[in-house]
């Protein structure tokens, strides 16, 4: 299977979380979601997301200079994301334990690697 | 062009992929907003990348052509067509402007011919699709692609407009004439209805009726690439004049700035002249309309005052354009006479 498809429902959820960590820019999330293991997200990935959640107004975003001199788009979360995120990872934890308990036979862990 | 001048911040990869993700764009008729949007961000990333020795494939990942379509991913079908009403706005401005002058010069009792106009819309209509959904995309898969060539490409078609409409104008027997007031009436609705949408659409989104884009872009740090780029761009042309002027034995590496402070005297006196010759042409043009025994004096008040305009803005923009080059230029010759080092050094250390 595609790892883009189990992507798409989300990554959105896990850039929320990065946001909501505090103000932060496109750079760094890329760098915060290659740390936590998801591999090849790159700002093409990453911007249609970034644009869907500002779209949504789950998140803000201003304009400053970056050290190097260019604009940069500077994200934080708003209210109304906060939210969001509450009830993804409500929804999340709900269907991930429901993944696992079909998956591997239990619907407390994921199996350990031997 | 500031994406010209962020693309040449870039090496190697990084500069590919910058270049891919803005011909991709033009070629996927994205708007000039969604375009600057996208792009200063995608620098601030890459630049950032190249910084710190970060690979380009962990931004951009393996396929140039994949990561192009994600960037531009929301870009619904909905919003590719928003170009049409962007291209008519854009050929309603040239109505308007053509068909106002014509107007007010009353050269056609009222009445135009709409057929060389129409000729050259419809070329232009033509060769755009052609560059967009042809050209484009083979520029895009030849990966030889220069984002310049499509800058290229678009004087083209403003040449292909002209031509056709002289064309036209002059091979085609056939008139198709129009009361000449309300096709200036009716574009300048057009206009009037495509401005308060867009200013709208500005609000609601960016809460400020300008382009928030294109105000980004009036940053100092853009402006100091440009003027960066500017003053290298003279100094190279120097530099090669020096070489050509010393190996003909006619100037010394001492009297070169000498010679270069002389030539911007001669350019100050030129770019007065231009403004001199500007307001001649003006005040010409308006005595040849007085000759004119038909010309009433409200008529000729309009036609002053609509040239005027016209004549105003074709000034400002070669007046800027001179204003610039011989600021750079002064400058430069000031640095070097402060640094009491010859042209020649100068300009060796500053591109060095």
């Given at each position: 299977m595609d790892n883009s498809q189990l992507l798409k429902g989300i990554l959105e959820g896990c850039v929320l979380a990065i946001i909501a960590e505090?103000?932060?820019?496109?750079?760094?999330?890329?760098?915060?979601?290659?740390?936590?293991?998801?591999?090849?997200?790159?700002?093409?990935?990453?911007?249609?997301?970034?644009?869907?959640?500002?779209?949504?107004?789950?998140?803000?975003c201003r304009r400053a200079k970056s050290p190097l001199g260019p604009v940069r788009k500077y994200y934080s979360i708003t209210a109304e994301g906060k939210k969001a995120l509450d009830d993804f990872k409500d929804r999340y934890s709900r269907i991930s334990a429901s993944?696992?308990?079909?998956?591997?036979?239990?619907?407390?862990?994921?199996?350990?690697?031997k | 062009m500031e994406f010209e001048l962020m693309k040449e911040q870039l090496n190697g990869e990084y500069r590919k992929v910058f270049e891919a993700a803005w011909i991709y764009g033009i070629m996927k008729n994205v708007s000039n907003e969604m375009l600057i949007d996208r792009l200063t961000e995608l620098y601030d990333i890459l630049l950032t990348a190249q910084t710190e020795g970060r690979d380009v494939r962990r931004i951009a990942g393996s396929s140039t052509e994949r990561f192009c379509k994600d960037l531009y991913g929301d870009y619904t079908p909905f919003d590719r067509l928003k170009f049409i009403p962007r291209m008519i706005y854009t050929y309603a401005w040239c109505i308007f402007v053509i068909e106002l002058l014509t107007f007010t010069a009353d050269t056609g009792n009222?009445?135009?011919?709409?057929?060389?106009?129409?000729?050259?819309?419809?070329?232009?209509?033509?060769?755009?699709?052609?560059?967009?959904?042809?050209?484009?995309?083979?520029?895009?898969?030849?990966?030889?692609?220069?984002?310049?060539?499509?800058?290229?490409?678009?004087?083209?078609?403003?040449?292909?407009?002209?031509?056709?409409?002289l064309f036209s104008q002059h091979y085609i027997s056939a008139e198709l004439?129009?009361?000449?007031?309300?096709l200036i009436i009716g574009s300048g609705?057009?206009?009037?209805?495509?401005?308060?949408?867009?200013?709208?659409?500005?609000?609601?989104?960016?809460?400020?009726?300008?382009?928030?884009?294109?105000?980004?872009?009036?940053?100092?740090?853009?402006?100091?690439?440009s003027s960066t780029q500017l003053e290298t761009a003279v100094l190279k042309g120097w530099g090669k004049r020096y070489e050509k002027m010393s190996a003909k034995g006619k100037i010394t590496a001492e009297g070169f700035v000498e010679r270069l402070q002389k030539d911007e005297r001669i350019n100050d006196i030129?770019?007065?002249?231009?403004?001199?010759?500007?307001?001649?042409?003006?005040?010409?043009?308006?005595?040849?309309?007085?000759?004119?025994?038909?010309?009433?004096?409200?008529?000729?008040?309009?036609?002053?005052?609509?040239?005027?305009?016209?004549?105003?803005?074709?000034?400002?923009?070669?007046?800027?354009?001179?204003?610039?080059?011989?600021?750079?230029?002064?400058?430069?010759?000031?640095?070097?006479?402060?640094t009491g080092v010859t042209m020649p050094e100068y300009i060796n250390s500053r591109l060095q």
């Open positions: 505090g103000e932060t820019y496109g750079y760094e999330i890329i760098g915060a979601l290659e740390k936590a293991g998801f591999e090849d997200i790159g700002e093409g990935t990453l911007y249609p997301v970034l644009t869907r959640l500002d779209k949504n107004r789950l998140i803000r993944a696992i308990s079909v998956l591997f036979g239990t619907k407390k862990s994921l199996p350990v690697k | 009222g009445r135009t011919n709409i057929l060389p106009c129409l000729f050259g819309i419809g070329i232009g209509v033509v060769f755009e699709l052609v560059c967009r959904l042809v050209i484009a995309k083979v520029m895009f898969k030849s990966k030889k692609i220069s984002p310049a060539a499509w800058n290229n490409m678009a004087l083209l078609i403003f040449v292909a407009i002209l031509m056709g409409m004439n129009v009361p000449t007031l309300p609705v057009y206009i009037a209805i495509f401005f308060t949408a867009r200013s709208i659409y500005r609000y609601k989104n960016f809460g400020t009726i300008r382009n928030v884009h294109k105000q980004m872009l009036k940053d100092n740090y853009y402006k100091e690439l030129a770019n007065r002249g231009f403004d001199i010759f500007v307001a001649v042409l003006y005040i010409f043009t308006i005595i040849e309309r007085m000759t004119d025994p038909e010309q009433g004096a409200f008529d000729l008040v309009c036609y002053a005052l609509v040239m005027g305009f016209f004549l105003f803005l074709t000034w400002r923009f070669f007046a800027d354009v001179f204003r610039k080059g011989s600021g750079v230029r002064k400058k430069l010759i000031q640095e070097c006479l402060q």
